[in-house]
């Protein structure tokens, strides 16, 4: 079912999803990198890859400005950093996410521009960004039209928005499977490694809540970004999601 944005527990408004969601991330940011490989299967990796892959003419031009929004524990982060030739900030609004991704950016003898701040409300001027990668973390917003807009507003005209995010399979075999997994599997071993049960429930649900690929293909071109498309990985568990900021108003 396609929803406005996220919907936490015991929440009404956007005022209230957003605070959730921050405090949720800060409870469970000392587990989270251990459960994102460990309840994967790695396969994360596989996606982050694709992720840098769509980017890889941006990140090839030494000019660039590229935000990893959502960044977390700065794994996509320290990926773009890596390959690229631009510069690369990353930014959440969760403070303990930041810290994990700073200390990882030190041990591996990076200096990570991060920046703490709300991906519904970013302090950056408009047409700044030549790129914006957000993985795993658009979902979680509170109003993903809003959302949208903000990110095209910081964008230049041409420049690209990539989304990583939870899908729906369209195969009747990987849904059941996937649903098993994410409905039992998942918030079992989450709850008991991370001690958040009210985490490892929501996550879920959020990815069962969260529009169907061809969806949030089309609230993209109504934000104002053309050429979006949308590429299913391992069966549709996960999607790429990429659009070019139009120099149309909307
Ligand atoms: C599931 S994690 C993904 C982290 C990282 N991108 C990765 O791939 O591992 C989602 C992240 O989105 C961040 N987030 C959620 N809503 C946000 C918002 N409104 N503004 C900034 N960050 C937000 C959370 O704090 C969390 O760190």
């Given amino acids: ?21 921050r405090q949720m ?3 469970i940011a000392p ?24 980017l890889r003419d941006v990140l090839a031009e030494p000019d660039a400005r590229i935000l990893d929004l959502c960044c977390g524990t700065g794994d996509v982060l320290l990926d773009l950093q890596h390959k690229a030739k631009s510069r690369v900030i990353g930014a959440d609004f969760c403070h303990p996410m930041l810290v994990t991704a700073g200390k990882k950016a030190q041990e591996r003898g990076f200096r990570a521009p991060l920046m703490e701040g709300d991906a519904m409300e970013l302090p950056l001027a408009n047409d700044s960004l030549d790129a914006i990668s957000v993985a795993f973390g658009f979902r979680n917003l509170v109003n993903y039209d809003a959302a949208l807009r903000e990110f095209r507003r910081v964008l230049k005209p041409g420049g690209t928005l990539a989304i ?12 059941t499977a996937y649903g098993f997994y994410s409905g039992v599997v998942l918030p079992a071993v989450g709850s008991l490694v991370s001690g958040s049960r009210e985490a490892y429930a ?7 809540k969260f529009p169907k ?8 071109l109504s934000a104002g970004f053309e050429a979006a498309r949308f590429d299913l990985l391992t069966g549709g568990i996960a999607a790429l ?7 149309r108003r909307v």
Wanted: charged fraction near 25%; charge should be positive.
């Fill in 31 to 54: 587990k989270y990198d251990l459960l994102n490989h460990l309840l994967s299967f790695n396969i994360d990796r596989s996606w982050r890859k694709a992720l840098l892959k769509r």
């Fill in 25 to 27: 991330f800060s409870e």
């Fill in 241 to 247: 999601h990429s659009g070019v900021k139009s120099s």
């Fill in 1 to 21: 079912m396609a929803s406005t944005g996220t919907t936490p527990p015991g929440t009404s408004d956007e005022k209230q999803a957003s605070r959730w969601v």
């Fill in 213 to 220: 690929a061809e969806v949030l293909r089309d609230m993209m």
């Fill in 202 to 208: 929501y996550l879920p649900e959020s990815v069962r």
């Fill in 164 to 175: 990583l995010e939870f899908s729906h399979p369209p195969g009747v075999l990987m849904r």
